[in-house]
């Protein structure tokens, strides 16, 4: 999980989902409503293979150009195989907000924080939000 932009992008604590010994594992539609897979966060890896993740992260949203906030899926095999990146949260309970916890954000300053990002972005909604223009 990454937020900001630039040179203030932070990478979120890694988050894990316990698959219960099965790699293959998924969570369907039904399955998070009714049975989600645990999250553990920060996630029970080494602290080196942490960071690696982090960074391959942050590069990763640098590299697609994207803005203010992602969720970056990378699933660990002996090569560190980037799975997919999803640019939104998936509500509440979802695992960008978990990590955000983790980082001791609420949901409530989670969100804040990311329209804070977008905002920063376009100086005329800063000065309106801020009562000052931002350089």
């Given at each position: ?6 040179k203030d ?66 699933r660990m ?47 005329e909604l ?10």
């Amino acid at each position: 999980m990454v937020v900001e932009n630039g040179k203030d992008l932070t990478a979120l604590p890694v988050l894990e989902f316990d698959l219960g010994g099965n790699p293959e594992a998924i969570q369907t539609t039904f399955l998070k409503r009714h049975r989600p897979i645990r999250k553990i966060c920060s996630a029970q890896i080494p602290e080196s293979t942490a960071k690696k993740m982090q960074e391959i992260s942050k590069k990763v949203f640098n590299i697609l150009e994207l803005r203010d906030y992602a969720r970056v899926d990378l699933r660990m095999d002996e090569r560190d195989t980037f799975r997919e990146i999803k640019p939104q949260s998936s509500g509440e309970t979802g695992s960008f907000i978990h990590s955000a916890r983790a980082a001791g954000l609420d949901f409530d300053q989670t969100v804040i924080k990311i329209l804070k990002v977008a905002v920063k972005r376009y100086p005329e909604l800063w000065e309106e939000y801020y009562g000052f223009r931002q350089d």
